[in-house]
Structures are given as C-alpha cells and as structure tokens.
C-alpha cells in the first residue's frame, strides 16, 4: 500500500485526481477487508523507528497525526492488539531475530497514518504495528517467517497491510531527481510480487535499492515471508506514478496449500 500524504483531500488539494487509480484500489482494499469481516491487523511500517540493527514493534497506544505534512487536524489512532503483539514478539526471540518492543512512536509517521485515514473503520480498533530496519533482504524475510508462525496460531480473519512506496526517482517530475536505472528496479519490483519471487526481491543490488530511492521491498519481503506456506494470489490493483514516485497497491489473498 503507497502511503504518500497527497492522498488525503486535506493535503492534495485537488490534486488527487492524478492519483485516482490508487484512490480506487485503497476503496476495494477497503471493501475487502470488510467482507472478509478482519479482525486482526499486522501493518508493516517504513517511517516509524528505523534503525541499523533492529526491528521494532510498537506495544502501547498509537496516536499521531500529519501536523509535518501542514495537515495537524488529521490524527490517527489505535490501541495495541496486545495479544498478537506478545505472540510476535515471542515468536522473534525463539528465532532469535532482534526485535524491540517499544513504548513510543514516531508521531507523523505517515506510512502508517495516511493507510489507517484512508481505510478508517475497516481496520480493527487494536493492531500490531512493526518497522522494517537497515538489516539485510533475507533478515526481512526472516522476520516475516516468525511473523507468520505467530499469526498461524490466530484463527479470527487477519490482514497485514505493507506500506510502503516504490521508486522516488522514475521521472523528472520527483522531487528526489531521476535516476536512469529506476526503471528498471520499478519492473523488477512489480515483476517480483506478481510471479511472488522474494529471491527475486533479495537479489536486488541494495545500493542501486538506495540510489534509486525506494522503500517498498522491505516491507514486502516481510509479507512474503508472513504468507510463506500459504498459496498466494498476488495482484496489482494499480500502479502510477504522476509525481515521479511509483505508487503500487496490490492486494493479495490466500489459500492454504492444497487447498
């Protein structure tokens, strides 16, 4: 799920009608999470607390707000869904993976406030909210895994929402300039979930990742490795790029093998 501010009507202004594509996919996304009646809901954020070493897990009551997008009156808030954050949390230290839990948040961390404005009441009053790290491709796909072995003890219908915006660096257009190899990593990218590859994402030179500018594999080498085991069905609703900045939300549902 793209999390970029100029999403919300408050900060477009207008101009999200350039990104309606994305607008309608974040609608169906919607609509499914209320018909598949969710009741558990993992996000994965790229703007909360990233450091080198670790991964973070939030375990107290979000509350923020987009006042560092010129847009204060827009808040967001839930209450720690504290059971599945105690299961990963367990889950990660038996695999010993460095996860901290952690009281604190970052306030205007939009990659996790622009999907929750967006969605509002279709995603649960509780969550578990962790960060992706600097830590190697394969160190997220791990955290993935523990992910999933923590969630396959959960039986009421669960989401996980991986936020996370492709390739600043497409167009002329960015803010962030072009670069002429993004792309390139933007099709590997979305050839990469479509055929539903996280070797694939792993391979990716991790410099070109930073020189591109680009913060959506990580989260979804996290989901990748939270559905493994599971029959995946991946598809991408939309995908543009207006400003410069790839936009890509895809939805992707499961089924157990064989079945």
Same mark, same amino acid.
């Given at each position: 799920?793209?999390?970029?501010?100029?999403?919300?009507?408050?900060?477009?202004?207008?101009?999200?009608?350039?990104?309606?594509?994305?607008?309608?996919?974040?609608?169906?996304?919607?609509?499914?999470?209320?018909?598949?009646?969710?009741?558990?809901?993992?996000?994965?954020?790229?703007?909360?607390?990233?450091?080198?070493?670790?991964?973070?897990?939030?375990? #107290?009551?979000?509350?923020?707000?987009?006042? +560092?997008?010129?847009?204060? =009156? &827009?808040? $967001? /808030?839930?209450?720690?869904? *504290?059971?599945?954050?105690?299961?990963?949390?367990?889950?990660?230290?038996?695999?010993?993976?460095?996860?901290?839990?952690?009281?604190?948040?970052?306030?205007?961390?939009?990659?996790?406030?622009?999907?929750?404005?967006?969605?509002?009441?279709?995603?649960?009053?509780?969550?578990?909210?962790?960060?992706?790290?600097?830590?190697?491709?394969?160190?997220?796909?791990?955290?993935?895994?523990?992910?999933?072995?923590?969630?396959?003890?959960?039986?009421?219908?669960?989401?996980?929402?991986?936020?996370?915006?492709?390739?600043?660096?497409?167009?002329? #257009?960015?803010?962030?300039?072009?670069?002429? +190899?993004?792309?390139?990593? =933007? &099709?590997? $990218? /979305?050839?990469?979930?479509? *055929?539903?590859?996280?070797?694939?994402?792993?391979?990716?030179?991790?410099?070109?990742?930073?020189?591109?500018?680009?913060?959506?594999?990580?989260?979804?080498?996290?989901?990748?490795?939270?559905?493994?085991?599971?029959?995946?069905?991946?598809?991408?609703?939309?995908?543009?790029?207006?400003?410069?900045?790839?936009?890509?939300?895809?939805?992707?549902?499961?089924?157990?093998?064989?079945?």
């Amino acid at each position: 799920m793209p999390h970029p501010p100029i999403l919300l009507p408050e900060i477009a202004e207008g101009r999200q009608r350039d990104v309606r594509a994305t607008l309608d996919a974040y609608d169906l996304i919607a609509r499914r999470l209320v018909e598949h009646e969710v009741r558990r809901v993992l996000m994965i954020s790229t703007h909360g607390i990233v450091t080198l070493r670790r991964f973070h897990i939030l375990d #107290a009551r979000l509350s923020g707000n987009l006042s +560092r997008f010129r847009a204060p =009156q &827009i808040t $967001f /808030e839930r209450d720690p869904d *504290s059971e599945l954050v105690g299961s990963i949390r367990r889950v990660a230290e038996e695999h010993d993976l460095p996860l901290a839990a952690t009281q604190s948040w970052e306030e205007s961390d939009h990659s996790i406030g622009v999907p929750l404005s967006l969605l509002g009441d279709a995603v649960p009053s509780e969550i578990a909210i962790v960060s992706i790290s600097f830590r190697s491709p394969e160190d997220h796909l791990r955290l993935g895994q523990a992910i999933g072995e923590a969630l396959s003890a959960i039986k009421e219908p669960t989401a996980i929402l991986a936020s996370g915006d492709a390739v600043h660096t497409l167009t002329e #257009a960015s803010a962030y300039k072009h670069h002429p +190899r993004a792309q390139e990593v =933007q &099709i590997e $990218f /979305e050839t990469a979930l479509t *055929s539903w590859e996280p070797d694939r994402l792993c391979a990716i030179d991790e410099s070109l990742r930073r020189e591109v500018d680009e913060s959506v594999i990580s989260p979804t080498l996290v989901l990748m490795g939270a559905l493994q085991g599971l029959r995946a069905h991946p598809r991408i609703l939309a995908t543009e790029h207006p400003w410069g900045v790839g936009y890509v939300t895809s939805l992707v549902e499961v089924s157990e093998e064989g079945g």
